[in-house]
């Protein structure tokens, strides 16, 4: 989670008397370097590393002992190589001129966001723009068609930065592709059924639906369906609410067409 880590490891040994697990702490601007964090007992697999900070990166490694002496440590393994991180950074393509940033905003006291972008022909991380308190998303309307991006993201307060976001790449598309239109609703056999016009000249490859529940829900995906068709029955939708829709379409891997205008159903 945010605060804590799980750590396990094969017991190779036949006759050690312990484990020794030792921790690295490295923040934005300084290192606390390897000490012994943990003396284990024989036999042991496993280790819940609690009271951790989301913006260190901890690294670990473990070694067996006995009267006679220690092990030969094990190899290192460290919490910036968990698949998204607290962040879960993700960057998606709209069409040949957007990229979309998505990002959990779990911090509590931060006065903005610095979202980093890679120069396409070095590789080098540099500062693209930073925002205010409380976003969770970026759009960067300043890229080219056909190019791959990589992107991270830190957040600030008064005094401090936080350690970077996973990086999330993504290369943008080769053409910019109408967003589908005409989003309607109707009732068809008891359920809502929902349709819309197809502008992306045969090079979408399917149409995500996502709905939102109430004034103050959040947008989330509830189905998909193939290029070839342009209507969706909401089999799960309810008399009595208040829905928000929009629809987009795929052109690849994380690449879309811009959302659709949104739609507003009163059951």
């Known amino acids: 989670s945010d605060f804590a880590v799980t750590l396990k490891w094969d017991d190779n040994s036949k006759n050690e008397k312990g484990f020794e697990l030792w921790r690295k702490d490295a923040g934005n601007s300084n290192v606390i370097d390897y000490r012994k964090w943990k003396t284990l007992p024989v036999n042991t697999i496993s280790f819940t590393d609690n009271g951790l900070s989301p913006y260190v990166d901890y690294s670990y ?112 598309f080769y053409t910019d592709v109408s967003p589908p239109s005409d989003l309607s609703a109707s009732i068809v056999n008891g359920y809502l059924q929902l349709t819309w016009k197809d ?41 009595g609410q208040t829905y928000f829709y929009r629809v987009r379409q795929v052109l690849g891997t994380k690449v879309y067409t811009p959302y659709s205008e949104i739609l507003k159903v009163v059951l």
Do not use: C, H, M
């Not at 300043?142 to 791959?148: A, H, I, M, Q």
């Open 199 to 239: 502008n992306s000249r045969y090079l979408a490859k399917g149409t995500v639906i996502e709905r939102k529940t109430g004034t103050s829900g959040e947008f989330i995906e509830i189905g998909s369906v193939s290029s070839d068709q342009n209507k969706f029955d909401d089999l799960t939708a309810v008399s």
């Open 61 to 172: 490694k473990v070694r067996a002992f006995n009267e006679s002496g220690n092990s030969e440590f094990s190899n290192e393994i460290n919490t910036s190589s968990l698949p998204g991180g607290p962040w879960n950074l993700q960057a998606e393509a709209i069409g040949a001129s957007a990229v979309r940033l998505k990002w959990v905003d779990f911090a509590v006291n931060e006065q903005g966001f610095q979202i980093e972008r890679t120069n396409p022909f070095t590789n080098e991380f540099k500062v693209l723009a930073l925002t205010g308190p409380n976003v969770s998303e970026y759009y960067d309307n300043s890229v080219s068609s056909s190019t791959g991006y990589s992107y991270r993201v830190a957040y600030f307060t008064l005094t401090t930065q936080s350690s970077y976001s996973n990086v999330a790449t993504i290369s943008t």
